[in-house]
């Protein structure tokens, strides 16, 4: 197949274009490691304001969680970059991790809130019972259930998440979206640099799968030994 | 062990903290294209001048859309920023705190571009461009445009035929928004380069369709057969002329540097906030009839909403009537199209769709989005349905066996009224997903809501006004939704319990 060998050859060989997907790969790792572990604290902060006051801060936190569910992605990006964030000296790309960790701390939120609620009330009363402090039954008992329930949901999210990434092109970062994009512009070739992205980005999330996959089996009670 | 997962975690925090920090530094030395080195220079992508940089190297570049470079350069995203110097004599730069550093950038000329196969009609334009010249008619209607683009858009002819002539066929015209050679005007398209190739497509009895993309797009959407003609005030460059049949040119184009005036950034007017939201609501909305673009770009986010969803129902449907079927034969390949459709971004699956599979086919940006959003989509949803299905205990099955019913009767009785308001309930988190999902078809030349205020941003290059109206639309349009469904739920678990 000499098309196929002359597509490799100007679209990654040529000029070393290979390294600007690599940067790209990277960058897109990047962002999504970072979202992924502030987007988890601050989804767990709020959890915890939401589930434990019941006056205005928790109202504000469930509204702060409809609004995000409401607004796209995209706009939320160019919002933050050029309104908001605009006389801050962040660099694109950590605008890009704000955005998505404030983006998904709200629907983290809402998987662990949905996940601890969905444990039985008598699973706290029965730790009570037992001399437990709140916190006790709160890690020892309560937690591990409720880890079952939000794994499979919280490993959906977050691939979901890193797939949302492809959007920071629109702020100047080169991801891996945008360093297929600019090939292309090269390139001007619109089969190959896509095909190769999207394989990419199934391995990525192949491979997270997996990874979270086995993190899965870790902790949830069922399949640990006691 | 735990020590050596310290070390791991160390090693990660350290490559994830190495993210590029913002810098700035004294612009008054900068006085040539070389002198850009070590600056950031916002450019439209895969443009000439994001072409030059690379090859000068050692510049930090900012790749954006056409109308976000200037705001780029206001907001501090970027140092300098690359016009076209015409239009940026047109701009009022200085009451905006910015100027033009220096200019007469990468002289030189632009034309249409055609595919290699079409040069009938490549020569067909040469030959209409060769009279026009010839007869003078060409520079004055030119030297018209440039004094007053905004006036000339009224005087102008440009009204795009919409029948072509019997032989004919009609032109997709690839174009992006670049004022003031192409732009909207009162919700119509016209420019200089629109005017010019309307009134060949007059004489020449064609008809034309005009689609807008991202100029990085129109090679490959020329190359794939999405559109026929390139007009885009695209320079000549020998790598595009290996892919694209130029025209005679007959435009000149040259670049302008622009930053930040070196008196103090924002020495123009600093009105209240109540007059800048007035000022910014009459230009972005007012002004050229911005809000009808808006009203027809909500229109068609609105429209392929809907259609993607029926779409994403019944392709989730099927692949959910596959997925839980007995035979692995089956059940095994739907799996793995499921997981391959839900790994891969939403973007790139429309990518793929528009510029791969149905590059050749005439199939229009909305059926195309339709087309990928059902698709995608119809793998979540299809999920969520088994999941609804499986939630249904196994006895119910079992009982209305008993009774004697088919498999088809125990589903649709029993089965799927069970089911329904489960589904229901996921169902509408993942339904408004896909409403503000859409907001990234612009890609594929469709113009929606976003699309839409990019338009406008790309005339009033004011970030800020369409930006928020924006969002407030899509979050108005969410929770609609979000209740519609409500509704919709709460009707069916309340019929469901009554039965």
Redesign the interface.
């Known amino acids: 197949m000499p098309g196929l060998r002359e597509s490799i050859y100007s679209n990654l060989l040529f000029e070393d274009r290979w390294l600007m997907l690599a940067d790209g790969l990277d960058n897109t790792i990047?962002v999504s490691?970072?979202s992924i572990l502030l987007a988890t604290l601050m989804g767990c902060m709020l959890c915890a304001i939401r589930m434990n006051s019941r006056r205005w801060a928790g109202v504000g936190v469930k509204l702060y969680v409809?609004?995000m569910?409401?607004?796209?992605?995209?706009?939320?990006l160019?919002?933050l970059?050029?309104?908001i964030l605009?006389?801050v000296?962040?660099?694109?790309?950590?605008i890009a991790?704000v955005c998505f960790t404030l983006y998904f701390s709200a629907y983290f939120c809402e998987i662990f809130r949905s996940g601890i609620e969905g444990v039985n009330r008598g699973q706290w009363e029965a730790g009570f019972a037992l001399g437990l402090t709140p916190w006790r039954t709160f890690t020892r008992v309560i937690l591990p259930q409720a880890l079952a329930k939000i794994i499979p949901v919280y490993k959906g999210q977050m691939?979901t998440l890193v797939?949302?990434t492809?959007?920071i092109?629109?702020v100047?970062v080169?991801d891996l979206?945008?360093a297929g994009?600019?090939i292309?512009?090269?390139t001007?070739?619109?089969?190959f640099p896509?095909?190769l992205?999207?394989a990419v980005?199934?391995l990525l999330?192949?491979l997270m799968?997996a990874l979270l996959d086995l993190l899965e089996k870790r902790v949830t009670p069922k399949s640990r030994r006691i | 062990m735990t020590g050596r997962l310290f070390m791991i975690l160390l090693a990660?925090a350290l490559?994830?903290s190495s993210?590029?920090?913002?810098m700035?530094q004294d612009l008054s030395d900068v006085n040539s294209v070389e002198d850009l080195r070590g600056h950031s220079v916002?450019v439209a992508?895969?443009g000439s001048y994001?072409?030059m940089l690379s090859e000068i190297g050692g510049v930090d570049i900012?790749?954006?859309s056409l109308g976000?470079l200037l705001?780029?350069v206001e907001?501090?995203?970027?140092e300098f920023c690359i016009l076209d110097q015409y239009q940026a004599a047109m701009l009022n730069l200085q009451s905006r705190g910015l100027e033009i550093k220096f200019k007469n950038i990468l002289k030189g000329t632009a034309g249409a571009g055609f595919r290699k196969e079409d040069s009938l009609l490549c020569r067909g334009f040469n030959d209409h461009l060769k009279r026009i010249i010839d007869c003078g008619e060409y520079d004055s209607w030119l030297d018209e445009w440039k004094a007053a683009p905004d006036s000339m858009a009224y005087a102008s002819f440009a009204v795009p035929r919409h029948e072509a002539e019997p032989g004919r066929r009609a032109l997709h015209v690839g174009i992006t928004i670049n004022y003031p050679y192409l732009f909207l005007k009162d919700n119509r398209l016209t420019g200089i380069e629109v005017d010019f190739f309307n009134r060949f497509c007059e004489e020449a009895g064609y008809a034309v369709d005009y689609e807008i993309y991202d100029f990085?797009?129109l090679?490959?959407?020329l190359?794939?057969g999405k559109i026929d003609v390139i007009l885009s005030h695209m320079r000549m460059t020998e790598?595009?002329a290996r892919?694209v049949l130029f025209s005679n040119p007959y435009i000149e184009g040259g670049g302008a540097a622009v930053c930040r005036s070196a008196e103090g950034g924002a020495a123009g007017v600093r009105a209240g906030f109540l007059d800048r939201m007035k000022e910014s609501f009459r230009n972005n909305l007012v002004e050229e009839q911005g809000w009808r673009l808006m009203a027809d770009g909500l229109w068609v986010t609105i429209r392929i909403s809907v259609l993607s969803i029926l779409a994403a129902v019944m392709a989730g449907a099927a692949l959910c009537r596959l997925r839980m079927s007995r035979r692995r034969m089956v059940s095994l390949p739907t799996g793995i199209v499921i997981?391959?459709l839900?790994?891969?971004?939403?973007?790139?699956?429309l990518?793929?769709m528009f510029?791969?599979i149905f590059?050749s086919s005439r199939m229009t940006g909305t059926w195309v989005t339709v087309m990928s959003f059902g698709l995608y989509y119809g793998a979540y949803f299809g999920e969520v349905f088994r999941t609804g299905m499986e939630s249904v205990d196994k006895g119910q099955w079992e009982a209305g066996s008993a009774l004697g019913m088919s498999r088809f009767q125990v589903f649709r009785k029993i089965a799927f009224p069970q089911a329904l308001g489960r589904i229901i309930h996921v169902l509408k988190?993942e339904v408004?997903a896909l409403i503000?999902?859409t907001?990234?078809v612009g890609y594929v030349a469709v113009v929606d809501l976003?699309k839409a205020s990019d338009i406008i941003r790309a005339r009033t290059l004011d970030?800020?006004f369409p930006?928020?109206l924006?969002?407030v639309v899509?979050?108005l349009l969410?929770?609609l939704t979000?209740m519609g469904l409500e509704t919709i739920e709460r009707q069916l678990t309340s019929k469901s319990r009554r039965l």
């Open positions: 990047r490691l970072w409809e609004l569910r409401a607004i796209p992605l995209l706009v939320l160019l919002l970059f050029y309104v605009s006389e000296a962040l660099s694109p790309m950590w991790i691939i797939k949302s492809s959007i092109g629109y100047a080169v979206t945008k994009d600019l292309r512009s090269r001007f070739d619109a089969f896509l095909l992205v999207a980005y199934l999330t192949l799968g | 990660a490559w994830l993210c590029k920090g913002h700035t916002a992508m895969g994001d072409l900012v790749r954006l976000e705001v780029a907001k501090g995203r970027a990085s797009a090679i490959p959407a190359n794939s790598e595009r892919q997981d391959v839900r790994g891969i971004p939403l973007l790139v699956i990518m793929l510029y791969v590059a988190g408004i503000k999902m907001s990234v976003t970030a800020f930006l928020i924006v969002s899509y979050i969410a929770w979000g």
